[in-house]
């Protein structure tokens, strides 16, 4: 496409202003199924704080014309469903830039463009990923739906590439496409002179003739401005991300109380974490006895994670947890069993490409059942059965963290 053509497109898209003409944007991405702008989610913070910034500049000289927010969705769920998210989307990102730039509702406008197939189009085009031909005759060659003579839906693009190959080439897709495809570009366009010159779309067709349609954009009206077209054409690398989590609290160790935790990634911000410690140690000659065996499930959830890697930052959670122990000093003894339930805090930094340290504590409240027993010429005498209620900490943790199983691929995936 020639810098002409690009101008030309450009002012058509920012009301048909020549004279001294300005544009900056940002892309704005989205969490799988949801429409709320999310600052800690990818680049969005970077990027709205630079964008929020010279659209006040620009509002407070005078300069800014209009602001234009497209959003699109992939092509996970219903097609009608995505449509409706897209324009939630748009509007919700409209809100936030009124709401955090100070600019007038009235020069925002918006347009939920559904499904992003065209960027999709784009994004296999210039990778290397398997049956890549086939895929893109699909995208090309395949209406969004595909009717029989009594009008109803008998096939369609989707179904299709689920469908081709058992469904690889679309599983990859969904890991390295679709995320990109779940997103809003807010454009700025700005006037420096209170002389504008207009230009008619007529007059611009003449100078420069309309490329034929694609045949993506003749099945489903979701193209980008112009002025983005070139945006989806080098696709970034994805970071990897690791989906398991094994671990050791070093401080258990350190009291010959080894621990085991295993922690696994079931969404962006949500983990489930199993541990369990066991100390099963004694001396029957000198009466002493150090047993005991906990096991812990734990619900978390992460917030304030750094760009890139999920599983660094800080968490909130919910654990349960049953103990048994047998406890003698030579002297006394009591055996028993707890429950115990409670919240935890806690904060994951990394120290290694696969390797993190963990800290945290826990509070909550645990009930223990235990009988009290005197150790007496080789014999363990009952003398009496008591009950514990205890409000306070339960857990405190500094555990080496070693991550695996990774999820997020590579450009290009294998051959």
Known sequence: MTMKRILLLFLLFCGGYVHAQELDSARIHYRQGHRNVDVLFRDNRTELERFIRILREEHGTGRLENVVIRSWASPDGANRLNEVLSKRRADSLKAYLVRHAGIPDSIVSMHGEGIAWDMLRRMVAASDMLYKKEVLHILDHTPVWVFDESGRVVDGRKKQLMELRGGRPYVYMQENFFPDLRSSLSVACYRKSESPVTISRKEAEVKEPEPALQPDSVAETTSEP??????????????????????????????????????????????????????????????????????????????????????????????????????????????????????????????????????????????????????????????????????????????????????????????
């Open 226 to 415: 112009a002025t983005v077209r070139q945006e989806a054409t080098v696709q970034p690398q994805r970071p990897t991300v690791q989906r398991l989590a094994v671990k050791t609290n070093l401080l258990y160790d350190a009291i010959l109380m080894p621990s085991l935790e295993v922690e696994y990634r079931i969404a962006d911000r949500w983990t489930v974490n199993l541990e369990g410690e066991i100390a099963w140690w004694k001396n029957d000659g000198r009466h002493k006895y150090y047993q005991v065996a906990t096991i812990s499930p734990e619900g978390r959830w992460w917030f304030g994670q750094k760009q890139g890697n999920p599983w660094h930052g800080h968490y909130l959670g919910v654990f349960g947890g049953f103990t048994w122990y047998d406890l003698e000093n030579g002297k006394e003894g009591y055996q028993g069993e707890a429950e115990m339930v409670g919240v935890s805090y806690g904060y994951m930094f990394p120290i290694g490409r696969r390797f993190s340290l963990e800290a945290g504590i826990g509070v909550g409240y645990m009930h223990s059942k235990y009988e009290e027993y005197l150790p007496i010429d080789g014999h363990y005498v009952y003398q009496q059965t008591n009950r514990m209620n205890y409000f306070g900490p339960l857990k405190l943790k500094f555990a080496l963290v070693w991550r695996l199983w990774d999820t997020g691929k590579k450009k290009g995936g294998a051959r």
